[in-house]
């Protein structure tokens, strides 16, 4: 079985600067409770990771932010993740007397500068329940939400504007999903464009996986199913008609039956360590 790398694969810049970040509350802050608020990143393997170097995620899955915020106490350090955050929460965080450390990737923190720079209205496009969606809007309360899971937004809202709305898209989404809103945007406001778009981490990757070969007979994403932007680059590789599995670990790769593979495509999302992605495509090389 010959196995090709897609590249750009391992962590991005903006889950680079995250886990440095957190790794330095600590070091800087080592007798204290130091939060990671919102998973710091979508991989339940790096959250581990995080967990055996002190410090102490807390998953929006489970309860809210604001909750989370109301059960710390004064002193403690919180670590607003690479998704961005309401600013309403770190105001309440400063006042609560809690150490704020801003772990916002800078593509989220553009997105968010620009919206708030326009004078034009903004339609974002994202998806619902997402942290980096939920920040964005919290933070430009104006804007009108277009979610590509449903497909659909406050088209009574949209069509209602004073203008032309500038498009500003969530930074993992599919180029798919951006094509379908912008067509049922375009219905409404034909000259709309997008301002502001995916990140290149983001987009580099997709490309990638559109550009597969013909003759590759199987894709393994490594990344995590709560991870928007593997999850994306495992349904363009299934869109292309390949046998695509989404796998977390070594171990769940090791659980494929690949014995009747030829051309294994092997490509990683965002929040996939270099250490994961190595000792998949050692294995894959074993075989
Ligand atoms: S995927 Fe892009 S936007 Fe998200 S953290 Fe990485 S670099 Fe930043």
């Not at 496009?125 to 964005?136: I, N, R």
């Not at 929040?271 to 992605?277: D, L, V, W, Y």
Request: glycine share 4%; aromatic share 6%; with cysteine.
């Amino acid at each position: 079985m010959e196995v090709i790398i897609l590249n750009p694969h391992g962590y991005c810049l903006g889950v680079n600067e995250a886990i440095a970040t957190a790794l330095k509350a600590k070091k800087d802050h080592p007798d204290k409770n130091v939060y990671l608020l919102g998973l710091l990143v979508h991989n339940e393997e790096t959250v581990d990771w995080l967990k055996e170097h002190g410090l102490i995620p807390l998953d929006e899955r489970k309860a809210g932010l604001l909750d989370y915020l109301l059960d710390m106490k004064k002193g403690d350090v919180v670590v607003f993740s690479a998704h961005g955050h309401p600013d309403a929460y770190a105001d309440f965080a400063k006042d609560k007397g809690l150490i704020i450390v801003d772990a916002t990737c800078r593509y989220v923190k553009e997105n968010l500068d620009l919206a708030l720079s326009l004078e034009t209205p903004i339609c974002y496009v994202g998806v619902e329940g997402h942290l980096e969606s939920e920040a964005f809007l919290a933070n430009c309360p104006e804007a009108v939400f277009y979610d590509v899971k449903s497909d659909t937004c406050n088209f009574l809202k949209l069509k209602g504007m004073r203008a032309t709305p500038t498009i500003i898209t969530q930074t993992t989404l599919s180029s798919f999903e951006v094509e379908r809103a912008m067509n049922n945007i375009h219905e409404f406001f034909p000259d709309a464009k997008i301002a502001k778009q995916r990140c290149h981490s983001t987009t580099l990757r997709q490309q990638a996986m559109l550009d597969l070969p013909e003759d590759v007979d199987c894709v393994i994403v490594l990344g995590s199913a709560r991870s928007n932007n593997s999850v994306k680059l495992a349904e363009i590789a299934a869109s292309k008609g390949k046998e695509t599995h989404l796998c977390l670990t070594l171990e769940d790769v090791k659980a494929l039956d690949l014995s009747k593979k030829k051309r294994l495509a092997l490509s990683s999302g965002a929040s996939t360590s270099n250490a994961t992605f190595d000792a998949v495509f050692k294995y894959l090389r074993s075989l």
